[in-house]
Nanobody
Framework: HVQLVESGGGLVQPGGALRLSCVVS????????MGWFRQAPGKGLECVSS????????YYADSVKGRFTISRDNAKNTVYLQLNSTKTEDTAVYYC???????????WGQGTQVTVS
């Protein structure tokens, strides 16, 4: 049974900080890529950030570069997204995702709402 369980969303003021967490089933944790997508109201999905299992190959969308930080704790099967200097345009549902190069991101969490206002 695959589980990706996000937490940490909520309301934050512009310029504030928030940390999202995602606990992942152990059997899909290693040798796979973890990432965060978001979907703002009325907009499509955007890949915000990703990180490979060994902590390499880190990606950030231009819209969050310098403000967000992705990290992972292999001992806890948990990936984090630290949101700093938040902007109103960061308001979205944030999804934790897991995948591999041959299948794409094929496991998704239920999403957590982040509202910057």
């Amino acid at each position: 049974h695959v589980q990706l369980v996000e937490s940490g969303g909520g309301l934050v003021q512009p310029g504030g900080a928030l940390r999202l967490s995602c606990v992942v089933s152990r059997w899909i944790w290693m040798n796979r890529c973890m990432g965060w997508f978001r979907q703002a109201p009325g907009k499509g999905l955007e890949c915000v950030s990703s990180i490979y299992s060994d902590g390499s190959s880190i990606y950030y969308a231009d819209s969050v570069k310098g403000r967000f930080t992705i990290s992972r704790d292999n001992a806890k099967n948990t990936v984090y997204l630290q949101l700093n200097s938040t902007k109103t345009e960061d308001t979205a549902v944030y999804y934790c995702v897991n995948g591999a190069s041959d299948v794409g991101y094929n496991y998704w969490g239920q999403g957590t709402q982040v509202t910057v206002s």
